[in-house]
């Protein structure tokens, strides 16, 4: 079982049978896989935006189209090289990111074209389920050979124990050594995965694909309900990387800044960007200050050739009238007449056709500049009803003790509009406490109360009803509210016209919580306390804007645990709570010395990780 040699592109085969590969590939299995079925059209590269780079093809598609199966179009001859080293996959919710991972990692099949995948593969999905009567060794994918190994410890040498465990002898070390890198060297491999957070059960499942050392490796939002010491042991782990192909997709700014280089897809293609995120955003601001003049110019030539065209109409209706006064001056034969005229009128058609020629032209280049131009919608709603006055007791907490997390005692009161940010180590009680203030669950000791309207939005966004549209899932929650107010205000929240009768299991992530929080803002009663739980996870840098205006006009008392401390500045965050043993109220400028802290006292890196 020891580690075969990285296959190049050259290894590759296709497999053109048009049958998918069975299963998604399992961690560890060495795979040279592709899909190959017919395309109408040639296979084209994809370098739409100035300066691209593609890195050396390892990783590639050709000529990709992809539908759901209702006949939804994602990709149409989609083709991407991807290289050696830190790759970054950015783009706007909605575009496809998540769905080319997929079908990069061999878990859709495309509707044409083809998927090449050299050496081994593993991928780290964007929702992770484990079964939480696992022990972490199952979760690892090792408890086989660490059962073969204990085997053979105590003497039972059968053959069958030293084919478990192969080249592995050194397992159980290497998988502590990888626990501990990431941060997670304090849990026991006889663990069961019930007793761990979220965010530590995203690095259990990272860790075991590390321990198999993939060629390639696809990471999608990683960073998602990772506090800020874990993320930096991820952060430490992709700065690592040494070989092979590494992709991620993320909206973490910081995680970003550490790739070689970005691809972006945008309308169905792909253009790479040599750099991190902040060389990414130089590009941009580059080539829309370009498009901008592009526009600029093209406007006035629209404008110009209309004011020919006016010109050369108003010349040729003037000119008619000359030749006809001047034919009656003359007193030229009906004969002679009619043939100037009929020169005159041929002339001036031409003459027309080519003036209308040019402006069409003018406006086609002036449409394909205005394409080049980015427009980041905001959303921009009044939500007047939602207020609450400032001293009005808004919820209350008397030696609170939730029924899961650290948090041993909690006393709180919140009164008026604040805006309170909740924050803390992963498993520190942060979702038990929203959920505990909801009614949801019970505290084993103390007493919660909430005395206006309360609306929650969890991380899993389950408010939604997946087989409704947008429009009928807020209706479902504002009772006696007319369709067209309800449209009229999704048209603010960006759900225009036909998006408002969308199906809400067809959305991207950022669209499904743009969705449900529309739901919630518009539901009634109007909510006066709105509590959020890890709101920017899964959103684009875009869509966190989007939710940033949305609250800006959201007038109620707001609760938000989040480990996003940028957007929870950008919010108005008027106090901020530490979650641990106890509730405690801290400043703004503690909480990343706070977080920081807890992330110093982890134990150390043992070894590179990726």
């Given at each position: ?7 190049g592109?050259?290894?590759?085969r ?42 050396s093809?390892?990783?590639?598609c ?44 061999g ?54 124990h ?12 290497r ?35 590390l ?7 696809l ?13 930096r ?22 995680l ?31 080539e829309?200050?370009?498009a ?8 006035a ?135 505990t ?13 909430t ?56 959305l ?7 969705a ?31 939710l ?13 645990a ?8 950008s ?40």
């Amino acid at each position: 079982m020891g580690r075969p040699p990285i296959h190049g592109p050259t290894d590759s085969r296709i497999f053109s049978s048009g049958l998918r590969p069975a299963g998604p590939y399992g961690p560890g299995r060495r795979v040279v896989v592709a899909y190959d079925v017919p395309h109408p059209t040639a296979p084209r590269e994809d370098t739409t935006m100035s300066q691209p780079i593609t890195p050396s093809a390892f990783l590639t598609c050709s000529a990709l189209s992809f539908q759901w199966a209702d006949g939804t179009p994602v990709f149409d001859g989609l083709s991407l090289s991807v290289g050696r080293g830190r790759n970054g996959l950015v783009g706007t919710n909605g575009t496809g990111k998540t769905t080319l991972m997929r079908l990069l990692a061999g878990e859709l099949r495309p509707s044409a074209g083809s998927v090449t995948v050299g050496g081994s593969l593993a991928h780290l999905p964007q929702n992770i389920t484990l079964d939480t009567a696992l022990r972490v060794d199952q979760a690892l994918g090792i408890a086989e050979r660490r059962d073969a190994l204990r085997a053979i410890e105590n003497g039972d040498v059968r053959e069958e124990h030293f084919e478990t465990v192969g080249e592995d002898w050194d397992v159980e070390e290497r998988a502590i050594a990888t626990l501990g890198s990431l941060g997670l060297g304090g849990i026991d491999l006889d663990r069961t995965v019930g007793e761990i957070s979220g965010g530590e059960t995203v690095l259990l499942r990272l860790a075991a694909l590390l321990l198999e050392r993939p060629d390639v490796l696809l990471l999608d939002e990683p960073t998602n309900n990772l506090d800020l010491p874990a993320r930096r042991r991820l952060y430490e782990a992709v700065d690592s990387w040494r070989s092979g192909v590494l992709v991620v997709i993320s909206h973490d700014r910081e995680l970003l800044e550490r790739v070689d280089r970005i691809a972006e897809l945008r309308s169905g293609s792909v253009s790479w960007y040599g750099g991190g995120w902040s060389a990414y955003q130089e590009a941009l601001a580059t080539e829309q200050e370009a498009a901008g003049r592009t526009l600029r110019a093209a406007d006035a030539d629209v404008r110009r050739q209309k004011r020919e065209l006016e010109e050369a109409q108003i010349k040729s209706a003037r000119r008619q009238r000359q030749d006809k006064k001047l034919n009656a001056q003359r007193k030229a034969s009906r004969i002679v007449a009619g043939g100037l005229k009929r020169s005159a009128q041929e002339s001036a058609g031409r003459s027309r056709v080519l003036h209308e020629e040019r402006l069409t032209e003018a406006r086609e280049r002036r449409e394909e500049a205005a394409d080049a131009i980015r427009d980041d919608a905001e959303i921009k709603v009044s939500l007047p009803a939602t207020a609450v006055p400032a001293g009005r007791t808004v919820l209350t907490l008397r030696e609170v003790r939730p029924r899961y997390g650290k948090l041993r005692e909690g006393t709180l009161d919140v009164r008026g509009p604040e805006r309170i940010a909740l924050v803390g180590r992963n498993g520190s009680g942060k979702t038990t406490l929203l959920r505990t203030l909801t009614g949801e669950l019970a505290p084993l000791s103390g007493e919660a109360g909430t005395f206006v309207p309360l609306r929650f939005l969890p991380q899993r966004l389950d408010v939604l009803d997946p087989e409704l549209s947008i429009a009928a899932n807020v209706a479902r929650l504002a009772p006696g509210v007319t369709d067209q107010h309800i449209r009229s205000q999704l048209a603010r929240f960006l759900f225009k016209g036909a998006r408002a009768a969308q199906l809400a299991g067809t959305l991207s992530g950022g669209e499904r919580f743009r969705a449900a929080l529309a739901a919630m803002m518009l539901a009634a009663p109007a909510p006066q306390l709105l509590m959020l739980d890890e709101p920017t996870n899964s959103l684009d840098i875009a869509s966190v804007r989007q939710l940033t205006g949305a609250l800006e006009s959201y007038e109620g008392a707001l609760l938000i645990a989040s480990h996003d401390l940028p957007f929870l500045e950008s919010v108005g965050i008027t106090r901020w709570l530490v979650v641990g043993d106890e509730l405690r109220e801290t400043s703004r400028d503690e909480v990343r010395d706070v977080l920081e802290a807890s992330s110093e006292m982890a134990e150390p890196p043992q070894e590179d990780t990726l």
